[in-house]
Structures are given as structure tokens and as C-alpha cells.
């Protein structure tokens, strides 16, 4: 098993900047595939970025490509999603995800709210 701990969500002006945090503990918290996915109101969850413990083979969707950059830091087993020029239509709660695969994740965080206003 592996948990995951969410941080960093909240209300933000379009143009301003929010970084999340994941803390992973667990077994094998440190050998998996990691990522961030959302849920926008109304839509269903969405792959936003991905990257392995290494730092290495990070991915990201079109829509947050050169504003968003996900990072970890394998000592602390944290992973990140530093989000800039953020828009409204980034708005939607954000989950941290272990084992990252093509269809999804094995491993899911609560969740974090970040909203975007105009």
C-alpha cells in the first residue's frame, strides 16, 4: 500500500501561481511512476503530469504545457506541481497518484482544491 498526502490547493487570481505537494509513504512509495490528475466541476478526471523518482520522463497535458512543471524530491518523498499563469479553466481538485499507468493509477490522494477566479 501506499499513501498519499495532498497540500497547497486554494483560491487564486487567473495569472497567479500555486504549488502542491504530495507526500508518499507506504512500500515501494519511492520506485513508482508518480503524477497529479484533476477533476474540473462537471468533467471527468484528467491526466495533468507525470514523472518517475528519478525526475526523469516527465509528461504533462497540452493545456498546462510551459505553465506547469511537476518535480520530486526523493529524500523527503514528495512530489510537486508548481502551477503558474494559472487560468479559470484550471480550476478543479487536484489528486496525487502513485503507479501512474496508461488507464489511470493504483494509488490515489484525497484530493486538493484549487480555484481560479477572474
Known amino acids: 500500500q501506499v499513501q498519499l498526502v495532498e497540500s497547497g490547493g486554494g483560491l487564486v487570481q487567473a495569472g497567479g501561481s500555486l504549488r502542491l505537494s504530495c507526500v508518499a509513504s507506504g512500500r515501494s512509495a519511492n520506485s513508482d511512476p508518480m503524477g497529479w490528475f484533476r477533476r474540473a466541476p462537471g468533467k471527468d478526471r484528467e491526466f495533468v503530469a507525470s514523472?518517475?523518482?528519478?525526475?526523469?520522463?516527465?509528461r504533462y497535458t497540452d493545456p498546462v504545457k510551459g505553465r506547469f512543471t511537476i518535480s520530486v524530491d526523493t529524500p523527503k518523498n514528495t512530489v510537486y506541481l508548481q502551477m503558474n499563469s494559472l487560468k479559470p479553466e484550471d480550476t478543479a481538485v487536484y489528486f496525487c497518484a502513485a503507479r501512474v499507468g496508461t488507464s489511470g493509477a493504483a494509488y490515489w490522494g484525497q484530493g486538493t482544491q484549487v480555484t481560479v477566479s477572474t
Open positions: 514523472v518517475w523518482w528519478n525526475g526523469v520522463g516527465t
